[in-house]
């Protein structure tokens, strides 16, 4: 049977089919969709973890208790999962470990464009990397007799446009394996003190070499000799653009790009006349080929930075722009990303953008509330890094002004990596304030479950986290509950936290509206703007609603019908399908123009 699928449901499919038992991870983009789709199949068993590091240390407990198992995440992941990374690497995992890491070139949805082959180097852990939907399913299942023959975890790298495109995939059955989970005792190979570490140390060299040779006769490492003119070195999606453009080239396609097959890639230099490298990001391959002693043409042609296509691959190569049909050009205006209509973070974030205050921000939807006309964050760096970093500030500032920092994070954000620096602040006794923005869900990756929604990544009622107790018990000596969407009693309360000399913290707690569109909330009704009360003082245009537009007056005349003087520009707007009653809108309008509309408009 033949199925259309994403390369994130293709590496599902594929570990269903082999018989992984277990699979963890933490919901990122571009990798989420493996997991959500893993864990409709029957029989399975599939959990969200706080975040990656947890995810992949009970993926390392279930693998040395026999079972197969899955860990997922996004690049960004690995580096918080990269403490247990590189010890199970020297202790080895008894039943099959797999993790996957989706790489975002270009930065879709993310804050940096690391190149996690890196890892696989750095942590001498065999890397598989696909080219499209098939080859994902295929490797997941040899990425699991990979680990089981060679006593290791093994990664399968993929990028944002293999996870996320779609390519015909030929389904099979799941095949039971024999159960061979149990208690497993073996303290010299999993207890890594440093005695037993240096020994387990020299048995990853020695199975470095095995993985070596291995890599040569690797069947998805292949030579396709076609004109000798011109050889290409290349790995996963980059392999098709190449292809596409350059079809009666040689290729070397590498499905293992790390240990890499020296001898095969000496013997295909050998049959070409002129080899370029091409890979995105990091001169990966490039680096390696030419300290072999190989001439090869990478990155003094080919971008370090961003995405590939067909284009950048031909123009780079021939020096000359790609063939391209031009698509008739329209003056269309710029439509960044924006928080929902009706979104909690709104209100919050448009009284931060007010304060004379610091705001360290954090990684979710509420990150776009850094832009015009909320400003109102003032950095993100990382997962969590809002608390440390308010922290830090405030200590570093003292009576300079340590009550102007504020830090932002959300709800899963702070069950991922906020629970630590919070308690770090209660135990330094900090002067900031955290806000945690909390909507009930993982809403940027598509509503995702946390230890705080009470629901499993399977549905299944569980216990929920309360920030409140958990705030309290760690030493936070002040801590607030507030509604978002009353603007007014968000001042008053940030203003009086922000004013005490001990560690604050406030919940800024309002479900995101796409949550509620999923429970079939009934919506409140939506609102309108009177236009003989419209004075186009704009300041309802400074919420940043999709909901809310501005009409220019295009002459006098259109003037004299409204009734206004001659200083007015036009008036506001509301789009009644878009307007979710947040009341927002209404609070800030100081002329009253705005109201709920009534059942007979």
């Given at each position: 049977?033949?199925?259309?699928?994403?390369?994130?449901?293709?590496?599902?499919?594929?570990?269903?089919?082999c018989?992984?038992?277990?699979?963890?991870?933490?919901?990122?983009?571009?990798?989420?969709?493996?997991?959500?789709?893993?864990s409709?199949?029957?029989?399975?068993?599939?959990?969200?973890?706080p975040?990656?590091?947890v995810?992949?240390?009970?993926?390392?407990?279930?693998?040395?208790?026999?079972?197969?198992?899955?860990?997922?995440?996004?690049?960004?992941?690995?580096?918080?999962?990269?403490?247990?990374?590189?010890?199970?690497?020297?202790?080895?995992?008894?039943?099959?470990?797999?993790?996957?890491?989706?790489?975002?070139?270009?930065?879709?949805?993310?804050?940096?464009e690391?190149?996690?082959?890196?890892?696989?180097?750095?942590?001498?852990?065999?890397?598989?990397?696909?080219?499209?939907?098939?080859?994902?399913?295929?490797?997941?299942?040899i990425?699991?007799d990979?680990?089981?023959?060679?006593?290791?975890?093994?990664?399968?790298?993929?990028?944002?446009?293999?996870?996320?495109?779609?390519?015909?995939?030929?389904?099979?059955?799941?095949?039971?394996?024999?159960?061979?989970?149990?208690?497993?005792?073996?303290?010299?190979?999993?207890?890594?003190?440093?005695?037993?570490?240096?020994?387990?140390?020299?048995?990853?060299?020695?199975?470095?070499?095995?993985?070596?040779?291995?890599?040569?006769?690797?069947?998805?490492?292949?030579?396709?000799?076609?004109?000798?003119e011109?050889?290409?070195?290349?790995?996963?999606?980059?392999?098709?653009y190449?292809?596409?453009?350059?079809?009666?080239?040689?290729?070397?396609?590498?499905?293992?790009?790390?240990?890499?097959?020296?001898?095969?890639?000496?013997?295909?230099?050998?049959?070409?006349?002129?080899?370029?490298?091409?890979?995105?990001?990091?001169?990966?391959?490039?680096?390696?080929?030419?300290?072999m002693?190989?001439?090869?043409?990478?990155?003094?042609?080919?971008?370090?930075?961003?995405?590939?296509?067909?284009?950048?691959?031909?123009?780079?190569?021939?020096?000359?722009s790609?063939?391209?049909?031009?698509?008739?050009?329209?003056?269309?205006?710029q439509?960044?990303?924006?928080?929902?209509?009706?979104?909690?973070?709104?209100g919050?974030?448009y009284?931060l953008?007010?304060?004379?205050?610091?705001?360290?921000?954090?990684?979710?939807?509420?990150?776009?509330?850094?832009?015009?006309?909320?400003e109102?964050?003032?950095?993100?760096?990382?997962?969590?890094?809002?608390?440390?970093?308010?922290?830090?500030?405030?200590?570093?500032?003292?009576?300079?002004?340590?009550?102007?920092?504020?830090?932002?994070?959300?709800?899963?954000t702070?069950?991922?990596?906020?629970?630590t620096?919070?308690?770090?602040m209660?135990?330094?006794k900090?002067?900031?304030?955290?806000?945690?923005?909390d909507n009930?869900?993982?809403?940027?990756?598509?509503?995702?479950?946390?230890?705080?929604?009470?629901?499993?990544?399977?549905?299944?009622?569980?216990?929920?986290?309360?920030?409140?107790?958990?705030?309290?018990?760690?030493?936070?000596?002040?801590?607030?509950?507030?509604?978002?969407?009353?603007?007014?009693?968000?001042?008053?309360?940030?203003?009086?936290?922000?004013?005490?000399?001990?560690?604050?913290?406030?919940?800024?707690?309002?479900?995101?509206?796409?949550?509620?569109?999923?429970?079939?909330?009934?919506?409140?009704?939506?609102?309108?703007?009177?236009?003989?009360?419209?004075?186009?003082?704009?300041?309802?245009?400074?919420?940043?609603?999709?909901?809310?537009s501005?009409?220019r007056?295009?002459?006098?005349?259109?003037?004299?019908?409204?009734?206004?003087?001659?200083?007015?520009?036009?008036?506001?707007?509301i789009?009644?399908?878009?307007?979710?009653?947040?009341?927002l809108?209404?609070?800030?309008?100081?002329?009253?123009?705005?109201?709920?509309?009534?059942?007979?408009?």
């Open positions: 049977m033949k199925k259309l699928m994403s390369g994130n449901e293709a590496i599902a499919r594929g570990a269903y089919e018989g992984v038992l277990f699979a963890s991870g933490y919901p990122g983009t571009p990798s989420t969709e493996i997991l959500e789709e893993y409709q199949y029957p029989g399975v068993y599939a959990e969200w973890s975040n990656e590091k995810a992949l240390e009970v993926g390392i407990g279930a693998a040395l208790a026999g079972a197969r198992v899955l860990v997922t995440m996004k690049h960004v992941g690995v580096n918080v999962a990269a403490d247990p990374l590189f010890t199970i690497s020297y202790t080895g995992t008894n039943g099959g470990l797999v993790i996957v890491t989706a790489d975002d070139p270009s930065m879709h949805s993310s804050q940096n690391q190149d996690n082959r890196n890892y696989a180097k750095f942590t001498r852990i065999p890397m598989l990397e696909p080219a499209d939907s098939q080859e994902a399913k295929k490797f997941v299942k990425a699991f990979i680990s089981e023959k060679f006593d290791t975890p093994v990664f399968l790298r993929s990028t944002t446009r293999v996870s996320h495109s779609q390519s015909i995939v030929i389904l099979e059955d799941r095949i039971e394996g024999e159960d061979k989970t149990g208690i497993y005792k073996n303290p010299a190979k999993y207890v890594m003190v440093p005695a037993r570490a240096r020994v387990r140390r020299v048995e990853v060299e020695k199975r470095m070499s095995e993985l070596r040779e291995f890599a040569e006769s690797f069947p998805e490492n292949r030579m396709e000799l076609n004109d000798p011109v050889g290409i070195i290349t790995s996963g999606m980059s392999y098709n190449a292809k596409d453009v350059f079809p009666r080239y040689s290729y070397l396609k590498l499905g293992m790009v790390f240990p890499l097959p020296v001898n095969l890639i000496r013997e295909f230099a050998s049959r070409v006349k002129k080899l370029y490298v091409v890979e995105e990001l990091d001169p990966f391959f490039e680096e390696a080929i030419k300290a002693g190989i001439e090869a043409t990478g990155k003094d042609i080919f971008p370090y930075t961003g995405e590939f296509d067909p284009g950048i691959i031909e123009t780079s190569m021939t020096g000359r790609a063939e391209r049909v031009d698509l008739p050009t329209l003056s269309l205006p439509r960044p990303p924006n928080l929902c209509p009706g979104c909690p973070h709104r919050l974030f009284v953008g007010k304060l004379d205050a610091f705001v360290a921000g954090d990684i979710g939807c509420y990150t776009l509330s850094f832009m015009k006309p909320l109102g964050m003032d950095s993100t760096i990382c997962m969590g890094a809002s608390i440390g970093m308010a922290h830090g500030m405030s200590k570093a500032l003292k009576e300079k002004g340590a009550g102007k920092i504020v830090g932002v994070i959300g709800d899963s702070f069950v991922h990596s906020g629970i620096p919070l308690l770090n209660a135990y330094n900090s002067a900031a304030v955290i806000v945690i923005s009930s869900t993982t809403a940027m990756t598509g509503l995702q479950e946390h230890a705080a929604t009470g629901l499993t990544l399977q549905g299944e009622v569980t216990g929920k986290l309360d920030f409140t107790l958990l705030a309290k018990a760690i030493g936070i000596e002040s801590v607030r509950v507030i509604d978002p969407y009353d603007i007014k009693n968000t001042k008053e309360v940030m203003k009086e936290e922000r004013a005490k000399d001990c560690p604050s913290l406030v919940i800024s707690k309002g479900a995101c509206v796409l949550l509620k569109k999923q429970q079939k909330v009934k919506p409140a009704k939506p609102f309108t703007v009177d236009p003989e009360k419209c004075i186009g003082c704009k300041m309802c245009l400074g919420l940043g609603c999709p909901a809310i501005w009409r007056f295009e002459d006098r005349d259109e003037l004299k019908i409204y009734k206004k003087g001659k200083k007015q520009e036009g008036i506001s707007s789009n009644s399908f878009l307007c979710t009653g947040c009341t809108c209404r609070q800030v309008c100081k002329p009253e123009a705005i109201a709920e509309v009534t059942d007979n408009e």
